[in-house]
């Protein structure tokens, strides 16, 4: 198996553009979860899915975070209008049954300008 | 929420000496995670823990979940430059409308000195 799958690996941007982020999680996985990396915080979860329904959204900053998961494999973390402040590491991560290991992916480093 | 505090935030060591993270919660969990992210890397898993007083090795990890289920410890013997990184501790919500959610500790990075 290939593992996580996150796009793009880098991004970098300007205040107010909208920013996709893209996370295809390991087959037969049923949670899938969206955590931000940064010194100050650590790791975060923003939001987490099981069977593609949200669980839990609490982590997600404001109304300028959205998730989706449309399928079983495949996931976007969008931010809209992004702010320099948004600028961190995002890490998709998967597990296939709760309370179990979680499976992160590669990470997208956002920078915000 | 749950909460995970884990110590120290940095630890710097010669090589070959030993080093020892901690994780601490107000309230009883249900298992512990940890995980290893490497500079630039992602988290990645090293094992798990449930049962109180469970102590598990991995070669020269040592790996400690205490008789009340609210802490643990991570300790590595003898240090090599492949140990550097950023160690974390985590551990589930068991119950709730959260059950499953994962709550991190905010990690010790550990730098070793050849």
């Known amino acids: 198996d290939a593992g996580v799958i996150q796009s793009p690996r880098h991004e970098v941007t300007e205040m107010g553009q909208e920013v996709t982020l893209r996370c295809k999680p390991i087959?037969?996985?049923?949670?899938l979860f969206w955590y931000r990396q940064t010194m100050m915080r650590g790791l975060e979860l923003l939001i987490y899915?099981?069977?593609?329904?949200?669980?839990?959204d609490s982590g997600m900053p404001e109304d300028r975070f959205s998730a989706k998961m449309p399928n079983a494999s495949f996931s976007t973390l969008k931010i809209q209008p992004s702010e320099p402040r948004d600028s961190a590491v995002y890490f998709c991560?998967?597990?296939?049954?709760?309370?179990?290991?979680?499976?992160f992916g590669p990470g997208t480093r956002l920078t915000v300008l | 929420g749950q909460q995970v505090m884990q110590i120290p935030q940095y630890q710097h060591v010669q090589e070959g000496e030993d080093f020892t993270t901690y994780c601490n919660s107000s309230?009883?969990?249900?298992?512990i995670q940890w995980y290893k992210q490497r500079p630039g890397g992602h988290p990645v898993f090293l094992i798990q823990?449930?049962?109180?007083?469970e102590v598990k090795k991995q070669k020269r990890l040592t790996f400690q979940f205490g008789e009340a289920k609210k802490n643990s410890s991570l300790h590595i013997t003898a240090t090599q430059t492949t140990d550097v990184g950023t160690y974390f501790c985590?551990?589930?919500?068991?119950?709730?409308?959260?059950?499953?959610?994962?709550?991190f500790g905010q990690g010790t990075i550990l730098t070793v000195h050849p």
């Open positions: 309230t009883t969990l249900s298992n």
């Open positions: 899915f099981n069977n593609n329904v949200p669980i839990d």
């Open positions: 985590a551990a589930h919500n068991a119950g709730g409308t959260s059950y499953g959610k994962l709550t």
């Open positions: 087959s037969g996985h049923d949670y």
């Open positions: 991560a998967s597990t296939p049954r709760v309370l179990n290991t979680q499976y």
């Open positions: 823990l449930v049962k109180s007083g």
